[in-house]
């Protein structure tokens, strides 16, 4: 059974930074591309960023470019996303997902989610 | 970008009953579209991939259909799990991947 465990969210000021983390296990995990979806409160979905198996390659949304950094270790089964000048719009409940098998274009398109780490910011 | 729209917004629906939900992209995605449905205080959870293929353990009452830019998700005789929140997403042309705004299946 895929399990996804996020970790690292808070409250932080603005500007400051988080670093979300996401266990995962029951798959291979370097042989899939893993993504973080963001909902802000009462709202819809928001991608924010993938990589791939092996971390060399990566893709943010405009919104996070220059401040979110994603990153992965592929010994310790765990995706990370590193969060940097921290905006109020950044409010939201973060989700790690693991990419569909059936996604041949490694886009990273959700198949299993992780239930979220809420990250708020303000001061 | 490719922008998702879905709608109706809110769809009430009573038990044992069929409801539609439509899904329009902005230009084609070819047939590289998903739906997730969302009940509240829970995650996503995959019901259909490339268009019309039922994800691990999704029950039949659930099909999905189009192609391009015009997508359906039907769901045949809605049952009291069903009601939840329902966004399509494609994954055709990215970055960015893109969701619809959803829509809301309340009981009438």
């Known amino acids: 059974e895929v399990q996804l465990l996020e970790s690292g969210g808070g409250l932080v000021p603005p500007g400051g930074s988080l670093r979300l983390s996401c266990a995962a296990s029951g798959f291979t995990f370097n042989s899939f591309v893993m993504t973080w979806v963001r909902q802000a409160p009462g709202k819809g979905l928001e991608w924010v960023s993938r990589i791939s198996d092996s971390g060399g390659s990566t893709h943010y949304a405009d919104s996070v470019k220059g401040r979110f950094t994603i990153s992965r270790d592929n010994s310790k089964n765990t995706v990370y996303l590193q969060m940097n000048s921290l905006r109020a719009e950044d409010t939201a409940l973060y989700y790690c997902a693991k990419g569909g098998s059936w996604d041949y274009s490694g886009s990273g398109s959700p198949a299993d989610w992780g239930q979220g780490t809420q990250v708020t910011v303000s001061s | 970008e490719i922008v998702m729209t879905q709608s109706p917004a809110t769809l009430s629906v009573s038990p044992g009953e069929r409801a539609t939900l439509s899904c329009r992209a902005s230009q084609s995605v070819s047939g590289n579209l998903a739906w997730y449905q969302q009940k509240p205080g829970q995650a996503p959870r995959l019901l259909i991939y490339?268009?019309?293929t039922r994800a691990t353990g999704i029950p039949a009452r659930f099909t999905g259909s189009g192609s391009g830019t015009e997508f359906t998700l039907t769901i045949s005789s809605l049952q009291s799990e069903d009601f939840a929140v329902y966004f399509c997403?494609?994954?055709?042309?990215?970055?960015?991947?893109?969701f619809g705004g959803g829509t809301k299946v309340e009981f009438k």
């Open positions: 997403q494609q994954y055709h042309n990215w970055p960015p991947l893109t």
């Open positions: 490339e268009t019309s």
